[in-house]
């Protein structure tokens, strides 16, 4: 609690997000990725040479961009940024919410990264918007990657549907439809890289797995995307909740 606090206190986060909380829920996250940092290892180790495999790709292109947009990278947990520097001349942070890792690597690299605070889908200062009309834009000149972020954008914006009393069904249209705005956006990004929670999955005995992106993979095959990496992600290890659950993973490049 004490150290949720701390973490909490350390964090910037946009007011509108604040207010939707998103800054606790930042610090929830800072907090835990402290405490099972050993169980969590091998999953931002993956993550982080699925970016920087990506990364490479694109600097090999004939178009090579100079610059990454990077979303979801505000508490910089999984993001290679020294090897990044090395194939980019400019790096944006793109989060509602900026850990001090991320601020000081800002100010350590005066020029050449850059926190951005954006909320990527739009909808957090006004969530009656249609979630197609309101994503901002990805900038055209540079490799854009979102990080382990898929699962996240409708979380908090579809409980604020429910609170206002609107039905469940709909409520879960419009988170789908968030996720598909913003692999819209990415697709039409000339160099990109998707990290994506497949799959909720539990220990046997436990219940089965339960497809949290359905028919997703199978689109971004037929639409350019190439896979890069898949693994588990033992995201509530056994004694961290009543009943242990892990991720499915895939990370995915164009
Ligand atoms: C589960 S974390 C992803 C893991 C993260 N890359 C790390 O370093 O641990 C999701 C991140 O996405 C950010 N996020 C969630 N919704 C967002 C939105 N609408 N716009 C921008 N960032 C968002 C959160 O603030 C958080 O930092």
Redesign the pocket.
């Known amino acids: 609690m004490i150290a949720e606090l701390f973490a909490w206190w350390r964090i910037d986060c946009l007011p509108a997000?604040r207010r939707m909380g998103?800054r606790r829920?930042?610090a929830a996250?800072v907090v835990r990725?402290r405490r099972l940092r050993r169980h969590w290892a091998d999953h931002l180790a993956r993550?982080r040479a699925a970016l920087l495999a990506s990364a490479r790709q694109a600097t090999c292109a004939r178009d090579a961009p100079k610059r990454a947009w990077i979303?979801?990278?505000?508490?910089?947990?999984?993001?290679p940024l020294a090897e990044l520097l090395e194939c980019f001349e400019r790096i944006d942070l793109?989060?509602?919410?900026f850990a001090p890792a991320a601020r000081d690597a800002a100010r350590r690299h005066p020029g050449r990264v850059a926190c951005v605070t954006?909320?990527?889908?739009g909808?957090?200062a006004d969530p009656a918007r249609d979630p197609r009309d309101a994503m901002p834009p990805l900038p055209d000149d540079a490799w854009c990657a979102s990080?382990?972020?898929l699962s996240?954008?409708p979380l908090?914006p579809c409980s604020v549907w429910l609170q206002q009393g609107m039905a469940e069904s709909g409520v879960e249209r419009r988170g789908r439809t968030i996720q598909q705005a913003h692999v819209d956006a990415l697709q039409q990004a000339a160099h990109a890289c998707l990290i994506i929670e497949c799959a909720q999955t539990h220990p046997p005995p436990g219940p089965a797995d339960i497809d949290l992106l359905p028919g997703l993979p199978e689109r971004l095959a037929a639409s350019g995307w190439l896979p890069l990496d898949s693994w588990h992600w033992p995201l509530n290890p056994p004694g961290e909740t009543e009943l242990p659950e892990g991720r499915a993973m895939q990370a995915w490049s164009r």
Do not use: K, R, S, W
């Not at 979303?71 to 993001?79: F, I």
């Open positions: 997000a998103y829920e930042a996250l990725h993550t979303m979801g990278a505000g508490l910089l947990h999984d993001v793109v989060d509602v919410a954006q909320d990527v889908t909808l957090i990080v382990n972020l996240q954008l908090l």
